[in-house]
């Protein structure tokens, strides 16, 4: 009778904490901000747009790892590429980014991973447009293939 008893309480106690978490409030607008500020801390991607009429798109993530480095991971389709393609992230916006201010490893069968010194907060704490940008190959380096802005 006891063991019905507690067993009911439980029981009682998973309810109750269902409808409050049902029926609580939406989140205030500050309160969505802080949830997508952390998530972009946590990681943001970048879509990647086709230029040149080659047919590739893709994404770039972008993760500061636990020693606060920034991972950079580019994820590439369509196209056909048989060689390395070169990618940087660029000072300025798509689709005519200018200088170079970080080398990316190779695109490589559409994919890439590369960990920068600098953390993603140091990254856009200029305040300048950035962009990432795929090149076609090291020897057709001024034909851009896809390219996409870091958001600011």
Known sequence: M???LVLW???AALVAGGLFVFLRPAASPG???EVVETEMTEGITVELSE???LGQTG???LVNNADGMLVVTLAMTGGVFPEPQPAHIHLGACPSPGAVSYPLTDVVDGMSVTTL???WEDLVATG???AINIHKSAAEASTYTACGDLPI
Request: aromatic letters at 0%; glycine letters at 0%; zero cysteines.
């Open 2 to 4: 006891k063991s019905n």
């Open 59 to 61: 994404t770039a993530t």
């Open 31 to 33: 309160e969505v901000s």
């Open 117 to 119: 010194s600098v953390s």
């Open 51 to 53: 230029q040149s009429d």
């Open 9 to 11: 309480i439980v029981v």
């Open 128 to 130: 300048e447009p950035q």
